[in-house]
């Protein structure tokens, strides 16, 4: 892959790391309620996703799944199912001050691992159900790869995007703590897990519209 390619490679690919869709909505969320430490560490679920994306892709078989109507049905509405579940929660979901001050005790307490595995497991499972990942990778990475010395070059490619990826989540996990600053109060608290639960509500339905890429 020539550098000049490389170079062109760079701004489309971090524009595309840097969109607002339903996982960097999530490490915005994640860092406001739970601080920039969790929202990051949370967000290597997404990675995980990603990379097995770009492996699915590289081999091949990713042009195969968008080719079949019935596996990008199921994982279109199967992914647009989760993020309205999502969305659904994040809306009705109490602030931290409102659960503590209501004398509610559970019978186990999360613990922080717990949390982090419960957040990571939530990025994975968005990052996985959008089969518009696949797209990019299907469609977005071929444009830069060297047939000569395809397998290198689509695993600098795929390294190139995961580590962007991670600037970007990085860059709204901090928006995110930022912004919890400024909503620590109840009230202000609870119209933001509103706001990101109507945000991620839209994604899901957007997500149900997507068409399959004609063949």
Do not use: H
């Amino acid at each position: 892959m020539s550098f000049q390619n490389y170079w062109l490679f760079l701004p489309a690919c971090f524009a595309l790391n840097m969109a607002f869709g339903p996982n960097n909505m999530l490490s915005l969320s994640n860092g406001a309620r739970d601080g920039m430490r969790y929202s990051v560490l949370a967000a290597f679920g997404r990675l995980l996703a990603f990379a097995a994306m770009i492996a699915i892709s590289g081999l091949g078989l990713g042009a195969l799944l968008l080719a079949s109507e019935t596996l990008f049905t199921l994982l279109k509405f199967g992914g647009a199912a989760y993020l309205v579940w999502l969305g659904v929660k994040l809306f009705r979901s109490a602030p931290i001050e409102l659960a503590a001050a209501s004398g509610k005790i559970e019978l186990r307490p999360e613990t922080p691992a717990d949390k982090l595995r419960r957040l990571a497991r939530q990025e994975f499972l968005v990052a996985a159900g959008n089969p518009k990942a696949i797209l990019i990778f299907t469609a977005f990475f071929p444009q830069f790869v060297d047939r000569s010395a395809y397998a290198t070059s689509f695993i600098v490619l795929g390294a190139t995007f995961l580590l962007l990826e991670l600037i970007a989540i990085a860059i709204y996990a901090a928006i995110g703590a930022r912004l919890g600053t400024f909503t620590n109060a109840a009230g202000r608290l609870r119209w933001f897990n509103r706001a990101s639960g109507t945000l991620m509500i839209g994604f899901g339905l957007l997500l149900a519209l997507l068409r399959r890429p004609a063949s």
